[in-house]
């Protein structure tokens, strides 16, 4: 079964330390994956993916995120948080496997991440 | 350029009433969804549209139908409401041959139901 799991409900970091939200997977075959931020009382927005090739992604904001294929894992990271990053975070995986619903996206439940001042 | 707009922004209904969430999108895409956002579930994937009369039930679609008369709109109607579906809605759109591209959401419908 295709899931995706957000260890962290929330996380919290001193503005200008690095940030990390955890990701971890489990899909049939090859994933593509996404990160996606929500700010209060608005949708999703779109940050970053990794579809194929380099393991680390750089994204919108200054985000990045390292895809490791053995842990089954796509953290997301940015070398210095800014109170204007504290927001909800979602990571996302499309199961491209044969058979698959038209590559459903499957969402985490969400981190919440609090950058203070 | 509009993107996903959704309508309306809130909504408050007695049990057993139904109504229309609206989406509508002018960025031509084939593929339209609806998810709902509940705390700590995450999304989860009520219905979901490849084209213009073609509609199929994703995770969660007791109580709701959909149908996509047109490419530009998916409305999302609620039957008989009732308080478990008190919660957060977002359309979202892509391509749909572009499954290495993300998804574009609306703002979300708030929906109480007492």
């Known amino acids: 079964a295709q899931s995706v799991a957000q260890p962290e409900d929330q996380v919290n970091v001193a503005e200008g330390n690095p940030l990390t939200v955890k990701c971890t997977y489990s899909?049939?075959?090859?994933?593509?994956l996404f990160w996606y931020v929500q700010y209060p009382n608005r949708g999703l927005q779109f940050l970053l993916k990794?579809?194929?090739?380099?393991?680390l992604v750089k994204g919108s904001y200054g985000f990045e995120a390292e895809f490791n294929k053995s842990q089954t894992s796509f953290h997301l990271k940015k070398p210095s948080a800014l109170v204007s990053d504290s927001a909800l975070y979602f990571c996302?995986?499309?199961?491209?496997?044969?058979?698959?619903?038209?590559?459903?996206?499957?969402f985490g439940r969400g981190t919440q991440l609090t950058v203070w001042p | 350029n509009a993107g996903v707009t959704q309508t309306p922004k809130f909504q408050v209904l007695k049990t057993g009433q139904s109504m229309t969430l609206q989406c509508a999108q002018d960025?031509?895409?084939?593929?339209m969804s609806w998810y709902r956002q509940d705390p700590g579930m995450g999304l989860r994937l009520i219905h979901y549209?490849?084209?213009?009369?073609?509609?199929d039930q994703g995770e969660v679609p007791n109580g709701y139908n959909v149908s996509r008369s047109t490419t530009e709109d998916f409305p999302l109607r609620l039957l008989s409401a009732a308080p478990s579906q008190t919660s957060v809605y977002f359309c979202?759109?892509?391509?749909?041959?572009?499954?290495?591209?993300?998804?574009?959401f609306g703002d979300g419908t708030r929906l109480s139901i007492l």
């Open positions: 899909v049939s075959g090859n994933p593509y």
């Open positions: 996302a995986v499309r199961d491209m496997s044969r058979g698959s619903t038209l590559g459903r996206l499957y």
């Open positions: 549209s490849v084209g213009a009369g073609i509609t």
């Open positions: 960025m031509n895409h084939e593929y």
């Open positions: 979202a759109s892509r391509f749909a041959g572009g499954s290495n591209q993300p998804q574009h």
């Open positions: 990794y579809i194929t090739g380099d393991n």
